[in-house]
């Protein structure tokens, strides 16, 4: 038996529930739906809408429920089309005729739309605190690389020598960006739909200033159509968390690079890689790999999300039933994804030695030496020209560049030294830069800025 049976005559065909029915995704939102009824209910009692006896029953009703449902008691039904449908059935099997005054004055327009943003908001928070401990890994391990370097990139060919705590830190840094919008998607998917009924309101007294307090919601719905339609905080989740699949993607894709034999910068731990089938000398970062292949499907759910919103008419519209999977989806494999390649990073084992002996090549204190001439007089532009010529000349003619630069009238003994294994990357000084010195200030500023991060997804947990 379906809720609209009275108004239309014969009773959904199958296949319609088949098509329509959300249940197998959304009886995850039970513990929220119940959280909304219940808040729900006492609105209606403060309003003198139910009696406080009535309330008092349909509040044992949904406890009842909530624990049926924990310990995997609880009895869905054929008809049960959607989680709200079967706690709504469930409570009036158990309370009896005051159960069918559950739903006064509520639609399920605002009821999932309260439910989905509790579940967002929890949600958010768990990736949140998933992105602190990746944060703490690469934080970790930057300590602990102390010294090591190996080359910077650009265009995939070595640049300049750069720390390995500078290199982790920039990714730790990406993250932080992430954890930031993650708090703030939160800060503003924080107010209650619940009032806002099927589009308009109610004629009942209604409470939904104190519903949206007792939720924890920090102000209610402004408008009742908007309340009923927004669904901006699942697209704005979906982006926060799409980007942040993105930053672990070009995270597992330099694992993948350093993990080849070809560069030899890491070696995974056993448990953080794969064998294959087949040939039996691999092992593979495919942790690395899904990090940077997931990343594919959370662009899509965002894309997905914002398709289906785009164009729909105001207000609630059964589209909207389409913003579930996605949204959980993208929370289960962003979660999963953090775990696993904190689990990677933290037990890798990088080889410092092949690092530092790529960063030693000879041109890779090229700018260094131009910089040197800076220092003693040269126009930078002039400079880059003389040392771009003795690095051609160098490769032509196969003579080493050191013998070049000793015997070059403007350079001599003293540049040769900008030459040594591990001088280079010494000489980067400048606030954020990839050498010694302001690495060490960086690194306390990083651990600085988790500490806070830290408290404040703390303080956001304890306000709800
Ligand atoms: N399962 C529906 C959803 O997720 C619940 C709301 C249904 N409302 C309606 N008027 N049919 O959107």
Same mark, same amino acid.
């Given at each position: 038996m379906t809720l609209w049976e009275s108004r239309l005559g014969r009773s959904t065909a199958d296949e319609v529930m088949t098509y329509t029915a959300s249940l197998r995704f959304d009886r995850r939102l039970a513990v929220d739906d119940l959280a909304g009824s219940r808040a729900h209910v006492r609105g209606l009692a403060r309003g003198g809408v139910l009696a406080d006896r009535e309330a008092a029953e349909l509040l044992l009703a949904l406890d009842t429920v909530a624990e049926e449902i924990e310990d995997g008691r609880f009895a869905f039904t054929e008809s049960d089309e959607d989680i709200h449908t079967a706690v709504e059935r469930r409570v009036t099997e158990i309370a009896g005729d005051v159960g069918a005054k559950l739903h006064t004055g509520r639609s399920r327009n605002d009821q999932v739309a309260t439910d989905l943003r509790l579940f967002t908001r929890r949600a958010l928070r768990q990736v949140a605190g998933e992105v602190l401990a990746l944060q703490e890994t690469l934080a970790k391990r930057a300590t602990d690389a102390g010294d090591a370097y190996l080359p910077g990139y650009t265009h995939l060919q070595r640049a300049q020598p750069v720390l390995l705590a500078h290199h982790l830190l920039a990714?730790?840094? $990406?993250? $932080?960006?992430?954890?930031?919008?993650?708090? !703030?998607? #939160?800060?503003?998917?924080?107010v209650s739909p619940l009032g806002a009924g099927a589009l308009a309101g109610s004629s009942l007294p209604l409470d939904p200033d104190g519903? $949206?307090?007792?939720?924890?919601? $920090?102000?209610?719905?402004e408008n009742s159509l908007d309340a009923v339609s927004d669904r901006d905080f699942v697209a704005e989740a979906l982006f926060d968390l799409a980007l942040l699949g993105i930053h672990l993607s070009r995270l597992g894709e330099e694992i993948a690079l350093w993990s080849s034999e070809e560069f030899g910068f890491v070696v995974l731990d056993d448990a953080y890689a794969t064998g294959s089938s087949m040939l039996p000398q691999k092992k593979n970062p495919d942790v690395a790999e899904l990090a940077?292949? &997931?990343?594919?499907?959370? #662009?899509? !759910?965002?894309?997905?999300?914002?398709?289906?919103? &785009?164009?729909?008419?105001?207000?609630?519209?059964?589209?909207?039933q389409e913003d579930k999977e996605p949204l959980f989806d993208a929370v289960d494999q962003t979660v999963a994804g953090l775990r696993a390649v904190a689990g990677m990073m933290r037990s890798a084992a990088f080889d410092v030695q092949r690092m530092q002996h790529a960063a030693d090549g000879p041109t890779s204190a090229a700018v260094d030496l131009a910089e040197w001439l800076v220092q003693h007089g040269m126009p930078f532009r002039q400079a880059h020209g003389v040392v771009g010529g003795l690095v051609r000349d160098s490769l032509e003619r196969k003579v080493p560049l050191v013998e070049l630069v000793q015997a070059h009238p403007a350079l001599g003994a003293e540049a040769v030294e900008l030459l040594e294994p591990g001088v280079a990357v010494t000489r980067r000084t400048t606030p954020g830069g990839a050498g010694p010195e302001p690495v060490r200030i960086q690194m306390e500023r990083f651990a600085h800025r988790l500490a806070v991060d830290g408290e404040r997804l703390a303080s956001a947990s304890r306000n709800r």
């Amino acid at each position: 038996m379906t809720l609209w049976e009275s108004r239309l005559g014969r009773s959904t065909a199958d296949e319609v529930m088949t098509y329509t029915a959300s249940l197998r995704f959304d009886r995850r939102l039970a513990v929220d739906d119940l959280a909304g009824s219940r808040a729900h209910v006492r609105g209606l009692a403060r309003g003198g809408v139910l009696a406080d006896r009535e309330a008092a029953e349909l509040l044992l009703a949904l406890d009842t429920v909530a624990e049926e449902i924990e310990d995997g008691r609880f009895a869905f039904t054929e008809s049960d089309e959607d989680i709200h449908t079967a706690v709504e059935r469930r409570v009036t099997e158990i309370a009896g005729d005051v159960g069918a005054k559950l739903h006064t004055g509520r639609s399920r327009n605002d009821q999932v739309a309260t439910d989905l943003r509790l579940f967002t908001r929890r949600a958010l928070r768990q990736v949140a605190g998933e992105v602190l401990a990746l944060q703490e890994t690469l934080a970790k391990r930057a300590t602990d690389a102390g010294d090591a370097y190996l080359p910077g990139y650009t265009h995939l060919q070595r640049a300049q020598p750069v720390l390995l705590a500078h290199h982790l830190l920039a990714h730790g840094w $990406a993250l $932080a960006r992430d954890f930031d919008r993650l708090v !703030h998607t #939160v800060d503003r998917l924080d107010v209650s739909p619940l009032g806002a009924g099927a589009l308009a309101g109610s004629s009942l007294p209604l409470d939904p200033d104190g519903v $949206a307090d007792e939720l924890g919601f $920090a102000s209610r719905f402004e408008n009742s159509l908007d309340a009923v339609s927004d669904r901006d905080f699942v697209a704005e989740a979906l982006f926060d968390l799409a980007l942040l699949g993105i930053h672990l993607s070009r995270l597992g894709e330099e694992i993948a690079l350093w993990s080849s034999e070809e560069f030899g910068f890491v070696v995974l731990d056993d448990a953080y890689a794969t064998g294959s089938s087949m040939l039996p000398q691999k092992k593979n970062p495919d942790v690395a790999e899904l990090a940077r292949g &997931k990343s594919g499907r959370m #662009v899509g !759910h965002l894309v997905g999300v914002l398709t289906t919103l &785009k164009g729909l008419p105001l207000s609630y519209n059964r589209d909207l039933q389409e913003d579930k999977e996605p949204l959980f989806d993208a929370v289960d494999q962003t979660v999963a994804g953090l775990r696993a390649v904190a689990g990677m990073m933290r037990s890798a084992a990088f080889d410092v030695q092949r690092m530092q002996h790529a960063a030693d090549g000879p041109t890779s204190a090229a700018v260094d030496l131009a910089e040197w001439l800076v220092q003693h007089g040269m126009p930078f532009r002039q400079a880059h020209g003389v040392v771009g010529g003795l690095v051609r000349d160098s490769l032509e003619r196969k003579v080493p560049l050191v013998e070049l630069v000793q015997a070059h009238p403007a350079l001599g003994a003293e540049a040769v030294e900008l030459l040594e294994p591990g001088v280079a990357v010494t000489r980067r000084t400048t606030p954020g830069g990839a050498g010694p010195e302001p690495v060490r200030i960086q690194m306390e500023r990083f651990a600085h800025r988790l500490a806070v991060d830290g408290e404040r997804l703390a303080s956001a947990s304890r306000n709800r």
